[in-house]
T-cell receptor, first 115, second 116 residues
Framework: AQKVTQAQTEISVVEKEDVTLDCVYE???????LFWYKQPPSGELVFLIR??????QNEISGRYSWNFQKSTSSFNFTITASQVVDSAVYFC????????????FGKGTSLLVTP | GAVVSQHPSWVICKSGTSVKIECRSL??????MFWYRQFPKQSLMLMAT?????????EQGVEKDKFLINHASLTLSTLTVTSAHPEDSSFYIC????????????FGPGTRLTVL
């Protein structure tokens, strides 16, 4: 069963638009971590954020923000004023204590930002 | 942040040959390393969990005799693809678990394997 669902396969926006990438997760563990990674065409994973299950505070980092809601098992990612350099595939991932903290990735959302 | 290296970054080999990929944690010790595989336009899938000094734990569907994992030291894990075939062509990425109270995980840059 898919533990991390990224329902949006592809999103296309025009530069300067805001865009939200959705992530819904499923776990029975009480201690878990949620992540977002960016994967540009080069393939290397770029770490964006890690959130533990005990910290529901939303976070903002520059143009990036994350909304963690345990009540809906969601960890959504918003890019404000998108730029062409934001074009990449974005993965949401779940890490659980009972599985030794290996990452369970969603299928990814391919974001294309056009000028 | 901590650095994890992988070598080689890319490799092309003939069908039937074996390929070894190294994953090193450069500035920290990692008792646990993970190996993931990513086929084109797909997500990353966990192949196996590598623990220093013990046998690796493989995910369902991953052939342990084909993908040999050795974690001989706290900074090095190797993945050997034995008798590689074109269907093994993929992007292989390792990660190292830093441990401690935060259990931070750091990824290597990946190895692109092409089997002709």
């Amino acid at each position: 069963a898919q533990k991390v669902t990224q329902a949006q396969t592809e999103i296309s926006v025009v530069e300067k638009e805001d865009v939200t990438l959705d992530c819904v997760y499923e776990t029975r563990d009480t201690t878990y971590y949620l992540f977002w990674y960016k994967q540009p065409p080069s393939g290397e994973l770029v770490f964006l954020i890690r959130r533990n299950s005990f910290d529901e505070q939303n976070e903002i980092s520059g143009r990036y923000s994350w909304n963690f809601q345990k009540s809906t098992s969601s960890f959504n990612f918003t890019i404000t004023a998108s730029q062409v350099v934001d074009s990449a595939v974005y993965f949401c991932a779940l890490s659980e204590r009972y599985s030794g903290y290996a990452l369970n990735f969603g299928k990814g959302t391919s974001l294309l930002v056009t000028p | 942040g901590a650095v994890v290296s992988q070598h080689p970054s890319w490799v092309i080999c003939k069908s039937g040959t074996s390929v070894k990929i190294e994953c090193r944690s450069l500035d920290f010790q990692a008792t646990t390393m993970f190996w993931y595989r990513q086929f084109p336009k797909q997500s990353l899938m966990l192949m196996a969990t590598s623990n220093e000094g013990s046998k690796a734990t493989y995910e369902q569907g991953v052939e342990k005799d084909k993908f040999l994992i050795n974690h001989a030291s706290l900074t090095l894990s190797t993945l050997t693809v034995t008798s590689a075939h074109p269907e093994d062509s993929s992007f292989y990425i390792c990660s190292a678990l830093a441990g401690g109270s935060y259990n931070e995980q750091f990824f290597g840059p990946g190895t692109r394997l092409t089997v002709l």
